[in-house]
């Protein structure tokens, strides 16, 4: 059973400073995403990340992708209050090899404090 | 295009009611997925459909049905409402390797 596990669960930072949200997988994938949820509403994408290696940028965000280790990684640079959010990672289900079908992290909290 | 709607938004039942929660996407999708969302916890896939007349079982599926008629519509049932089923419920539709997701229900069982 594909098991996902984000860290930190909640995360408070100062703007300006750096943070990085770890998500780690029980199984190979080849396809992760990123996602975030503003309360009360949907889920926004923010990256799909398809291979061994592969790193997406966009903003003060910064998502990579190591296969072997089963980890991803969300790094945030230069916090800024917009970002406050709950940030979470997902897998596919098979592997990498069908749609439709994730596997989520439980969530991490973050908020940006001035 | 609309993209992916769901309605109702809110709903209040009593344990043991019955109903259905509409999903329906415009962009021709073939692949369409419905998950639950608890406090606390990511989402989990509760039923998905590759294409009308097709549909199976995801993680958590006791207590809902699916059909898939159409390549549109996809809606969930709840056969007899528990309070466990208490939770926002969202629909999403998928192209390749990129997901589209409703605005949610938001369902409270009493």
């Known amino acids: 059973e594909l098991k996902v596990e984000q860290n930190p669960l909640f995360l408070s930072m100062q703007e300006g400073k750096n943070y990085t949200i770890y998500c780690n997988y029980s199984?190979?994938?080849?396809?992760l995403y990123w996602y975030r949820q503003d309360p009360g509403k949907s889920l926004e994408s923010l990256f799909v990340?398809?291979?061994?290696?592969a790193v997406k940028q966009e903003g003060r965000l910064m998502a990579s992708l190591d296969t072997k280790a089963r980890l991803s990684t969300l790094h945030i640079t230069a916090a800024v209050h917009d970002l406050s959010a709950t940030y979470f990672c997902a897998v596919d289900m098979d592997g990498g090899t069908s749609y439709g079908k994730l596997t989520f992290g439980q969530g991490t909290i973050l908020t940006v404090h001035p | 295009n609309a993209g992916v709607t769901q309605t109702p938004k809110f709903q209040v039942l009593k344990t043991g009611q019955s109903m259905t929660l509409q999903c329906a996407q415009d962009m021709n999708h073939e692949y369409m997925s419905w998950y639950r969302q608890d406090p606390g916890m990511g989402l989990r896939l509760i039923h998905y459909s590759v294409g009308a007349g097709i549909t199976d079982q995801g993680e958590v599926p006791n207590g809902y049905n699916v059909s898939r008629s159409t390549t549109e519509d996809f809606p969930l049932r709840l056969l007899s409402a528990a309070p466990s089923q208490t939770s926002v419920y969202f629909c999403?539709?998928?192209?390749?390797?990129?997901?589209?997701f409703g605005p949610g229900t938001r369902l409270t069982v009493t």
């Open positions: 199984t190979t994938s080849d396809r």
């Open positions: 990340l398809l291979s061994n290696g």
């Open positions: 999403a539709s998928t192209r390749g390797t990129q997901e589209y």
